[in-house]
């Protein structure tokens, strides 16, 4: 073969494209992103992103309840016209994928939740801000140009949790999470050795783990310092938390938040309501009795209640108790599009992504939260196409016949 036939057979070198460009398009899989952000940073940060809680079981079982399903295809279908929009709430989606809340996202990436929002909004996928985030809800909307969803924790200082709820309506945000299990802070053993504790003790081995990362540090110097922008917005003087530390937020998480509060905050919220962590059919069904619009099924991705039952397991339960026109979000353990399909099968109207988008953020900005959409999307679209279905809706009404338990 002559030198030219050889470069067309195996393809000719791309030139021109910067270093974040080849990264990006040499990213095949989610997973993928996760050995690139591994080398961007400092161990016990990276530790921070993947840790769970206690022997991290709950952390192992999220991802392995998936393959505990196998598709059945319907054969000879046409399924070129095949589309992965969606509708959630009211609103259009490019496909059924969310972006999960998460807290202190400026400690991973410089581009925190405004990269987030920003990526999220351009690929049109909904995106979660958390009460522990590091840039306030109204700088996200004004860096973003979309309103997020937003995710609340009820503090014991319910004047804070009241206040943030309103920000929240002012800034436009059209659903509020209520998160229900913080009662207290999961024990997070990979921190706690590293000493990301509270408060924080680094040891020697530590400092010398992190110092091996200049640009990090580079990085976190030339901005704004950490905090929590949503807690300290809202935080009036002498509540002991104007600061927005983490072991000030943390002292806030309270064990008494009950049913009541869930009622209070359902008559404070005008748009729609959901409550995350892992639910039973029976609470569900008692939040719908109070007015509740849905719920965000999650373990904190393994990070609080270790041994928690991997969330993608109760979608079916809440279906059944929760009917139709019950909001079911997923998440904990979704890293390929056929997770996602295997979630909707099951009953959920979308399944949202904690870790891999933050891989994503890491490793190249913005534009890498797209690409993890981008090749959940294509990847669920495939595996719908070669399920023989063309639409959503389609997929979650013949999932009975296209899943089975192993």
Same mark, same amino acid.
């Given at each position: 073969?002559?030198?030219?036939?050889?470069?067309?057979?195996?393809?000719?070198?791309?030139?021109?494209? *910067?270093?974040?460009?080849?990264?990006?398009?040499?990213?095949?899989?989610?997973?993928?992103?996760?050995?690139?952000? !591994?080398?961007?940073?400092?161990?016990?940060?990276?530790?921070?992103?993947?840790?769970?809680?206690?022997?991290?079981?709950?952390?192992?079982?999220?991802?392995?309840?998936?393959?505990?399903?196998?598709? +059945?295809?319907? =054969?000879?279908?046409?399924?070129?016209?095949?589309?992965?929009?969606?509708?959630?709430?009211?609103?259009?989606?490019?496909?059924?994928?969310?972006?999960?809340?998460?807290?202190?996202?400026?400690?991973?990436?410089?581009?925190?939740? #405004?990269? =987030?929002?920003?990526?999220?909004?351009?690929?049109?996928?909904?995106?979660?801000?958390?009460?522990?985030?590091?840039?306030?809800?109204?700088?996200?909307?004004?860096?973003?140009?979309?309103?997020?969803?937003?995710?609340?924790?009820?503090?014991?200082?319910?004047?804070?949790?009241?206040?943030?709820? @309103?920000?929240?309506?002012?800034?436009?945000?059209?659903? $509020?999470? #209520?998160?229900?299990?913080?009662?207290?802070?999961?024990?997070? $053993?990979?921190?706690?050795?590293?000493?990301?504790?509270?408060?924080?003790?680094?040891?020697?081995?530590?400092? @010398?783990?992190?110092?091996?990362?200049?640009?990090?540090?580079?990085?976190?110097?030339?901005?704004?310092?950490?905090?929590?922008?949503? +807690?300290?917005?809202?935080?009036?003087?002498?509540?002991?938390?104007?600061?927005?530390?983490?072991?000030?937020?943390?002292?806030?998480?309270?064990?008494? +938040?009950?049913?009541?509060?869930?009622?209070?905050?359902?008559?404070?919220?005008?748009?729609?309501? $959901?409550?995350?962590?892992?639910? *039973?059919?029976?609470? =569900?069904?008692?939040?719908? *009795?109070?007015?509740?619009?849905?719920?965000?099924? *999650?373990?904190?991705?393994?990070?609080?209640?270790?041994?928690?039952?991997?969330?993608? !397991? $109760?979608?079916?339960?809440?279906?059944?108790?929760?009917?139709?026109?019950?909001?079911?979000?997923?998440?904990?353990?979704?890293?390929?599009?056929?997770?996602? /399909?295997?979630?909707?099968?099951?009953? /959920?109207? /979308?399944?949202?992504?904690?870790?891999?988008?933050?891989?994503?953020?890491?490793?190249?900005?913005?534009?890498?939260?797209?690409?993890?959409?981008?090749?959940?999307?294509?990847?669920?679209?495939?595996?719908?196409?070669?399920?023989?279905?063309?639409?959503?809706?389609?997929? !979650?009404?013949?999932?009975?016949?296209?899943?089975? /338990?192993?």
């Amino acid at each position: 073969m002559k030198p030219r036939e050889v470069l067309d057979l195996f393809g000719r070198p791309r030139t021109g494209l *910067s270093r974040a460009e080849r990264t990006l398009s040499n990213t095949l899989t989610v997973s993928d992103f996760r050995g690139r952000a !591994r080398r961007r940073l400092p161990g016990p940060v990276f530790d921070y992103l993947e840790g769970g809680a206690d022997g991290e079981r709950s952390l192992r079982d999220n991802r392995t309840a998936f393959d505990d399903y196998h598709l +059945v295809p319907s =054969a000879l279908r046409d399924v070129s016209g095949t589309s992965t929009a969606t509708t959630l709430f009211g609103r259009r989606y490019s496909a059924p994928i969310g972006l999960a809340p998460t807290g202190y996202t400026r400690l991973l990436s410089q581009a925190g939740e #405004i990269g =987030a929002a920003t990526a999220a909004a351009r690929s049109a996928v909904p995106y979660v801000i958390s009460t522990v985030a590091t840039t306030s809800v109204e700088d996200v909307v004004a860096g973003a140009g979309v309103a997020p969803y937003f995710q609340l924790y009820i503090l014991k200082d319910r004047g804070i949790s009241r206040d943030m709820v @309103a920000r929240a309506a002012a800034a436009g945000c059209e659903v $509020l999470e #209520i998160a229900i299990d913080t009662a207290v802070s999961g024990n997070r $053993l990979r921190d706690r050795r590293n000493g990301l504790a509270i408060p924080p003790r680094l040891d020697a081995a530590t400092i @010398a783990r992190i110092g091996v990362k200049p640009h990090y540090w580079t990085s976190m110097i030339s901005n704004p310092a950490l905090d929590f922008a949503n +807690v300290r917005a809202s935080a009036s003087a002498g509540t002991g938390i104007a600061g927005g530390s983490i072991a000030e937020i943390t002292s806030q998480f309270d064990p008494t +938040v009950g049913w009541d509060d869930i009622a209070e905050f359902r008559s404070l919220w005008p748009g729609t309501l $959901l409550l995350k962590g892992p639910l *039973s059919a029976a609470d =569900a069904l008692r939040a719908k *009795s109070l007015g509740v619009d849905g719920v965000h099924l *999650s373990n904190h991705g393994g990070r609080q209640l270790d041994g928690a039952i991997p969330p993608v !397991r $109760l979608v079916p339960e809440v279906r059944a108790a929760a009917g139709d026109d019950f909001g079911i979000l997923v998440d904990s353990g979704v890293r390929t599009g056929t997770d996602v /399909a295997v979630a909707l099968c099951l009953g /959920a109207d /979308a399944a949202f992504l904690g870790r891999p988008y933050l891989w994503g953020l890491v490793a190249t900005g913005p534009r890498g939260v797209e690409r993890v959409v981008e090749i959940l999307t294509a990847e669920l679209s495939r595996t719908m196409q070669l399920l023989g279905v063309t639409s959503i809706d389609q997929l !979650r009404e013949e999932g009975s016949i296209l899943l089975r /338990a192993r």
